[in-house]
């Protein structure tokens, strides 16, 4: 290993005692009798300070020579320095170019000349060295982190289910279609029914975080081809049940955010406020009214447009979910009401900018579920695989798929998509 | 929520309160004057009494109609039992069917039948209610936690890269194609160009756990179509620095299953065997020697044959390391040595029965890397989103892949990788 220490396990207390850093040349300013080298690595900088009278001259003409970003291995003493970053400067002994940067850049990476997303993610490799990029990319680990930890202490087991499937999940939702020898399979667009399959296997709780795949033509700064869904399913739970799971989830994800991630949060320049519990529950009817009293024009029956969301959002202010939706706009899966069958047990959870969640409990029934598929215009058939899960002992069950990437964006307050996913997949972009 | 407990959340010393227990009709034993139901949940049994003289009828006739392997709520007072599991009975107020199964079953679930393993992922949903595919389950999941953990401890941060590609990663294996929108994509066959870029791109320390394809033929019992890869990537350390890191991952990976899944282990009939650190290195030189010894044909340069495989594995008898690979038999990212180009910085991590990871030093320099390329017939041009990152300041760099199923079925005894995946994918199956 080279390295012996980040930029930021460096301290003024550490005066004198000798340590290698490693990253790339930030900054190099000659001001003739000192020479400051600013290193750059993944947690901070490091001042390097070269006095011309007590420099080796071989180090010097390196650091001469240097070209801004350029990787370097700088071996040297620290010296408390109270003007410099973390309160010391490093006096070299040895400087090493490990990688070599060609000029120009092919994008500023200081932050001083601001560049379109679309350059930014034809060099993600340049953007990623931007602490803005570079904090979001952070907070995202630490996100998929709290997640998986909250789902484990709530009794949920991690699946991985395919994604070359042989059926389309839903229907409606575009799929990518692909050759899978000599058969004809689809990327999966969502592991809805095999974490129902689960149900019937017994496993209970299950949560799944992993691609989903949609071959919708929109081109808008909220939808991606490819995306992650953090899935979840559990046995002897309702629809209200998993809201609360949810809720939850969220609150967490929120506070862990804001508590292990100050530094990331505070380069985006913002304070994170933790939803309050619970949150708001409004009927799809109540939803409707909202949309009419704005002047609106909306069917009872209708999906709620884009439009729509925003006018609800703006009433509401905070996340809220939506809840007893019409049957006939919901998949298959999700279970009418008994006394009232045109309503369903599904909900969604919105952020006043958009959809994060959609859920619901699910038809358990193999009568019922059959007749639900066949009624949304599908070929019963085809779910023979799935359909027979539910013939030998399918307990009742809940769930719901929520957007990682949504939830990011709007918990960071980012307007493009494509911000938080590093290397994004849509209409027109399939590189990197 | 219907439940108020487990199975196994329920001790003797509740004796004489009310609970509530949601699960499978395991067994129905019905011997006159008392009635056994024994209900099985994700955590093990209950037994459920019913006593011909007390019991109310209504219950009595519900039990009996019962078909195994329906879904019951049983609610009910603890009684404490000692020669029922867990030491307790409950005796039930009353039982509700929550799901009702159809007989006969499409298999067999006690472990009494034995059914091949072509018939067991058919109903993979029956198959998952055996104790022995449930506790590979649960073990998956330990496995994965562990994995995360320990990566996170060491510095490395999740990253989640495309699974639609423009470019093809490696050449040589064969990959599937796809139409994205009107241009042809691939499924990727690794993330390894991509966790490249975030070494350029400055993060240091990443890791990636998913989905990796391979349209590759052979229909064996440790190959599938779409795997799950634990890729790291990690600048400034060499192959021998990323070595320690997977050795030491292993052995917290085993110590944890041991530790955690006590009880699945203990399903499985088996005692895990912690590896001892550090693993023993062996060259390739080594490795051919002891092929020839053991009167094997093998040409300096050859690839090991499975059968070789197993001739060293037998010889060293716990994991190892081969080290100092034939440069043109690695792929055109493993780094030559300087003073001996023909072999490079590449290593397998073995386990007697078979490989479990690749990994090397990487070529970072742009020049050696776009030569290395060519010199194995691929198209450099075609890799310009990758090589450009190679241009602006590219630390070196070294990782690995490790097979998950692999690193499952080795470390439980398994014969068939199929068996530690829920729904598997090979040359004939794409369903369920």
């Given at each position: 290993?080279?390295?012996?220490?980040?930029?930021?396990?460096?301290?003024?207390?550490?005066?004198?005692?000798?340590?290698?850093?490693?990253?790339?040349a930030?900054?190099?300013?000659?001001l003739?009798?000192?020479?400051?080298?600013?290193?750059?690595?993944?947690?901070?900088?490091?001042?390097v300070?070269?006095?011309?009278?007590?420099?080796?001259k071989?180090?010097?003409?390196?650091?001469?020579?240097?070209?801004?970003?350029?990787?370097?291995?700088?071996?040297?003493?620290?010296?408390?320095?109270?003007?410099?970053?973390?309160?010391?400067?490093?006096v070299?002994?040895?400087?090493?170019?490990?990688?070599k940067?060609?000029?120009?850049?092919?994008?500023?990476?200081?932050?001083?000349?601001?560049?379109?997303?679309?350059?930014?993610?034809?060099?993600?490799?340049?953007?990623?060295?931007?602490?803005?990029?570079?904090?979001?990319?952070?907070?995202?680990?630490?996100?998929?982190?709290?997640?998986?930890?909250?789902?484990?202490?709530?009794?949920?087991?991690?699946?991985?289910?395919p994604?070359?499937?042989?059926?389309?999940?839903?229907?409606?939702?575009?799929?990518?279609?692909?050759?899978?020898?000599?058969?004809?399979?689809?990327?999966?667009?969502?592991?809805?029914?095999?974490?129902?399959?689960?149900?019937?296997?017994?496993?209970?709780?299950?949560?799944?975080?992993?691609?989903?795949?949609?071959?919708?033509?929109?081109?808008?700064?909220?939808?991606?081809?490819?995306?992650?869904?953090?899935?979840?399913?559990?046995?002897?739970?309702?629809?209200?049940?998993?809201?609360?799971?949810?809720?939850?989830?969220?609150?967490?994800?929120?506070?862990?955010?804001?508590?292990?991630?100050?530094?990331?949060?505070?380069?985006?320049?913002?304070?994170?406020k933790?939803?309050?519990?619970?949150?708001?529950?409004?009927?799809?009817?109540?939803?409707?009214?909202?949309?009419?009293?704005?002047?609106?024009?909306?069917?009872?029956?209708?999906?709620?447009?884009?439009?729509?969301?925003?006018?609800?959002?703006?009433t509401?202010?905070?996340?809220?979910?939506?809840?007893?939706?019409?049957?006939?706009?919901?998949?298959?899966?999700?279970?009418?009401?008994?006394?009232k069958?045109?309503i369903?047990?599904?909900?969604?959870?919105?952020?006043?900018?958009?959809?994060?969640?959609?859920?619901?409990?699910?038809?358990?029934?193999?009568?019922?579920?059959?007749?639900?598929?066949?009624?949304?215009?599908?070929y019963?058939?085809?779910?023979?695989?799935?359909?027979?899960?539910?013939?030998?002992?399918?307990?009742?069950?809940?769930?719901?798929?929520?957007?990682?990437?949504?939830?990011?964006?709007?918990?960071?307050?980012?307007?493009?998509?494509?911000?938080?996913?590093?290397?994004?997949?849509?209409?027109?972009?399939?590189?990197?």
């Amino acid at each position: 290993m080279i390295r012996t220490h980040y930029s930021t396990q460096i301290t003024p207390e550490m005066d004198g005692s000798s340590v290698t850093i490693c990253g790339w040349a930030h900054e190099i300013r000659d001001l003739g009798g000192i020479t400051f080298l600013i290193v750059r690595d993944r947690e901070g900088l490091a001042q390097v300070t070269l006095f011309k009278k007590t420099i080796d001259k071989n180090v010097l003409d390196i650091v001469r020579g240097l070209s801004r970003e350029s990787v370097v291995a700088v071996t040297g003493q620290v010296k408390k320095e109270a003007k410099a970053p973390n309160g010391y400067e490093l006096v070299p002994m040895s400087v090493t170019v490990l990688g070599k940067a060609e000029s120009p850049l092919p994008m500023d990476t200081t932050g001083k000349v601001d560049a379109d997303l679309d350059t930014r993610l034809d060099v993600r490799f340049m953007d990623m060295r931007r602490p803005g990029t570079k904090a979001i990319f952070r907070i995202r680990h630490l996100v998929l982190k709290s997640v998986r930890e909250f789902l484990d202490r709530e009794g949920f087991i991690e699946i991985i289910t395919p994604k070359i499937v042989a059926t389309a999940t839903e229907g409606g939702t575009a799929l990518f279609p692909m050759t899978y020898f000599e058969r004809e399979a689809f990327l999966n667009q969502s592991p809805q029914l095999f974490k129902q399959l689960m149900m019937s296997g017994g496993f209970d709780r299950v949560f799944e975080i992993g691609p989903i795949f949609r071959a919708e033509e929109h081109d808008t700064r909220k939808h991606l081809n490819e995306a992650i869904s953090i899935d979840t399913e559990a046995s002897f739970l309702d629809h209200e049940d998993v809201m609360v799971i949810l809720e939850n989830l969220i609150v967490y994800v929120y506070s862990n955010v804001a508590e292990r991630g100050t530094e990331y949060l505070k380069t985006l320049g913002m304070e994170l406020k933790i939803p309050d519990l619970p949150f708001k529950r409004i009927t799809y009817d109540e939803a409707v009214d909202i949309v009419r009293d704005s002047g609106e024009q909306i069917e009872w029956g209708d999906d709620l447009t884009t439009e729509s969301e925003h006018t609800i959002g703006k009433t509401i202010g905070e996340h809220y979910f939506i809840v007893d939706w019409p049957t006939k706009i919901k998949p298959f899966y999700a279970l009418p009401y008994e006394n009232k069958p045109e309503i369903c047990r599904a909900f969604d959870l919105m952020h006043p900018r958009m959809e994060l969640s959609s859920g619901a409990q699910r038809v358990h029934s193999y009568e019922l579920l059959r007749s639900r598929i066949e009624e949304q215009g599908l070929y019963a058939d085809g779910f023979d695989f799935y359909l027979k899960a539910f013939r030998y002992g399918m307990p009742p069950h809940s769930g719901w798929g929520l957007g990682l990437e949504r939830l990011i964006m709007t918990m960071l307050g980012i307007e493009n998509i494509r911000e938080v996913v590093l290397f994004p997949r849509d209409r027109r972009r399939l590189s990197p």
